[in-house]
Each structure stands twice: as structure tokens, then as C-alpha cells.
């Protein structure tokens, strides 16, 4: 029974780092309906960001992502302004092929930069640091960090979303586009700033990664792939949504892989699938919410 019940204590706490993983990618389609299949090979960017800025001022990984995140707000902000803007309309087609050659740029760019060997950012004790729970039952530090964490940016986007005037700005764009540009809203700039958060989301998903598992510049797609699964389970465009599928998808993975290890990744896409196969449009669409 104990085992059992630590597979649900770390399935939830791994459904933080999905959520986060999850987060950016439900925030730019909630606000401009833009699939970035490109999102998995940003977050490995970002931790390749935190890697040289902690490695060259001589920072802890958790210093480094508050230097990180200014640079990789920007770096979204013109990337959707000068790039990404330019492929929206009524047409999938342009993005989808945009942010696919993008992924493919960023992997080879960082194969180029760093090679194909793993990496890790380190963080000293707090890396291996447990809290016991009785029963031979430990919560570890760093994902109940990253769970903390999934939790506390999505209270900030939905404090941005809903009580600030550039939250009304991504509502209303959101909603209606033609209707939001008749009433004065920069479109191009109100999707650049969103990119912007998106990418700050991506640094603090990057940051964990990182602290959780190694990484290297191939990792991206399966990563992309975990946060489509939990952005869908959760209900396209919903932010608590989007935490509650990446919970589902943790639990399915650690419930699985106690069952047979063989099958901890299966168990991910069965549940995705059976999700998929009751309610279509996710646990939590947003047009309920």
C-alpha cells in the first residue's frame, strides 16, 4: 500500500513539471490560436541559457534563471513580432511549418554550441534534499518545488490575464480578433507580449528540467510532445487546465511504471488517449470555465 501511495505523491509532483512544460504552450493558443511546435526545443534553449549564465558569473541555477528570464522575454517578443506575426491568419498551415523549421534550426544550432553530450544544472544539496512523510514515504525538494512553482505561475498568468489592462487586451484578441482591432488593440504587439510571457513561462519549465533530469539539444520533441498531452487533457487554452492534465499525465506515467517499468511512457498516452476518447475538448475547456 505505501508504494502505491508514493506512485500518486510523485505522480502529482511530476505533473507539476508537466504543467509547466505545458503552461506556454496554453497560453499562446488560449491568446492567438498559434501551435509552436518549436516549444520543446525552446524550453531545452532556455536551460542552455541558464547553463552559460550560471556557468559564466558563477551563479546558482536559481540566480541565473532571474538573469535568464529578462533576455528570454525579449528574445519571444521579437521572435513573434518580426517572425511569427507575419505567419498568423486564417491558414494553420504557415506557423505550423514556421515553428517546425525552427525546432530544426534550434537542435542543430545547439548540437552546433554544446554537442550532443547531456548536460545538468547543478544546485548543490537541494538537489538530492527530502521531506519525510512517516511510512518510509519522502516528497523531494526540487519537484516540490516544481509543483509549487507549476501552481504560483499560473495564479500570475491568470492575475494578468483577468485584472490587468494587457489581460484584457489578450481576452479580448482572444475572443474576437477583427472586433479588438476596431477598438484600437496593437494586435502584433499584444501577441508579442504574450510570446514574451510565454517565454518567461518556458525559463522556469527550463530551470526544473534541468535541476530534474539532464538534458541534451535532441530532448526537445518529447517534451513538446508531454506538454501537448497535458495542454489537451486539460482542455485547450485553460491554464488550470493545463495543471490538471499534467497531474493526470504524471499520475498515469508513475501508476504505470509501478505496475512494470516498461511501462511508465505508455501509460501516459493510454490515459491521454482514454481522456480523449470520454471528453474531446479535455477535462476543463475553456469555454467552461
Same mark, same amino acid.
Request: glycine letters at 12%; a neutral charge.
Given at each position: ?22 503552461? !506556454? ?8 490560436? *498559434?501551435?509552436? $511546435? +518549436?516549444?520543446?526545443? %525552446? &524550453? #531545452? /534553449? ?88 512517516? !511510512? ?8 516540490? *518545488?516544481?509543483? $509549487? +512553482?507549476?501552481?504560483? %505561475? &499560473? #495564479? /500570475? ?88 492534465? !499534467? ?17 511508465? &511512457? ?24
Amino acid at each position: 500500500m505505501t508504494g502505491w501511495l508514493d506512485a500518486v505523491i510523485q505522480g502529482v509532483l511530476l505533473g507539476g513539471l508537466y504543467a509547466l512544460f505545458a503552461a !506556454g504552450l496554453s497560453l499562446i493558443f488560449g491568446i492567438m490560436r *498559434l501551435v509552436n $511546435l +518549436a516549444h520543446g526545443d %525552446l &524550453i #531545452v /534553449f532556455a536551460a542552455y541559457a541558464i547553463l552559460l549564465v550560471a556557468g559564466h558569473l558563477g551563479l546558482d541555477p536559481f540566480a541565473a534563471v532571474l538573469l535568464a528570464i529578462p533576455i528570454l522575454f525579449v528574445i519571444g517578443f521579437v521572435l513573434q513580432y518580426v517572425l511569427l506575426n507575419r505567419t498568423l491568419g486564417h491558414d494553420l498551415l504557415p506557423p505550423l511549418l514556421v515553428t517546425f523549421g525552427l525546432s530544426i534550426v534550434i537542435q542543430n544550432g545547439l548540437l552546433q554550441l554544446f554537442s550532443a553530450d547531456s548536460r545538468r544544472l547543478s544546485s548543490g544539496a537541494i538537489e538530492t534534499a527530502s521531506i519525510p512523510l512517516g !511510512g518510509g514515504i519522502a516528497v523531494g525538494v526540487v519537484p516540490l *518545488l516544481t509543483l $509549487l +512553482a507549476a501552481i504560483a %505561475l &499560473i #495564479v /500570475f498568468l491568470n492575475l494578468i490575464f483577468y485584472r490587468t489592462p494587457i489581460g484584457r487586451a489578450f481576452r479580448a484578441t482572444s475572443d474576437d480578433l477583427e472586433v479588438a482591432q476596431l477598438m484600437g488593440i496593437e494586435v502584433g504587439r499584444t501577441f508579442a507580449v504574450a510570446m514574451g510571457l510565454a517565454f518567461v513561462v518556458v525559463a522556469v519549465a527550463a530551470l526544473f528540467l534541468g535541476l530534474r533530469a539532464n538534458f541534451d539539444p535532441t530532448i526537445g520533441p518529447a517534451r513538446l510532445l508531454y506538454a501537448f498531452e497535458a495542454v489537451i487533457i486539460g482542455g485547450l487554452g485553460s491554464l488550470w487546465g493545463t495543471l490538471a492534465g !499534467g497531474i493526470v499525465l504524471g499520475l498515469a506515467q508513475t501508476i504505470g511504471a509501478r505496475i512494470d517499468p516498461e511501462w511508465q &511512457i505508455l501509460a501516459g498516452h493510454l490515459a491521454f488517449l482514454a481522456v480523449l476518447a470520454i471528453r474531446p475538448r479535455g477535462l476543463f475547456p475553456r469555454a467552461q470555465d
